[in-house]
């Protein structure tokens, strides 16, 4: 579900505000035994919110929240190997929790002589960050085998610029 709204505070500051709620759920049950059963079930709030101010002319400035989710994709939580290439297998991670991201920005746009100019500045802080482990395998042979796999192994952090001009 999903619910938005805007509001105009006064005449030059407005706020636009919403908020979306999730419920994932998904599992897996293996008849061979080879690979541990699963199930996944979780519940987000997902908010945002823009607070503009109009400056002179159509000129404005905003500041921004909004959190956002990134569900592990089939590849990332995939339990059976991939195994094109005898010495380099990858597998996924069937328990994976997703990626949870806030996002806060300041952003300006105007419009100067039929040009419009936009820049912003962001901060993303990502938390249970979905990376890719490297596990080396030696085999009874000696041979050695890179086996590559998934984990929330994290947090990330990035800083941004953002500028746009078009006429």
């Known amino acids: 579900g999903y619910l938005s709204f805007n509001a105009e505070l006064t005449k030059k500051y407005s706020l636009t505000a919403g908020a979306r709620y ?12 080879e690979v541990q059963s ?13 607070l503009s101010r109009k400056l002179k002319g159509f000129s404005s400035i905003k500041v921004s929240y909004n959190k956002r989710i990134q569900r592990p994709s089939l590849f990332y939580i995939n339990p059976y190997p991939e195994v ?7 597998e996924g991670n069937p328990f994976l929790l997703p990626e949870i991201t806030h996002q806060f920005d300041l952003s300006y746009n105007t419009y100067v002589k039929g040009t419009v100019i936009y820049a912003s500045i962001y901060y993303k802080y990502t938390a249970d960050a979905i990376e890719s482990i490297l596990n080396p395998i030696l085999l009874n042979d000696s041979t050695v085998i890179s086996n590559t796999s998934f984990s929330n192994i994290g947090t990330r952090e990035n800083i941004g610029l953002n500028i746009f001009s078009s006429k």
């Open 84 to 90: 094109s290439d005898r010495r380099n297998t990858t």
């Open 22 to 33: 999730e419920h994932t759920q998904y599992g897996g049950d293996f008849d061979s035994g």
């Open 38 to 50: 699963f199930d996944s079930d979780y519940q987000n709030f997902l908010p945002s919110i823009i």
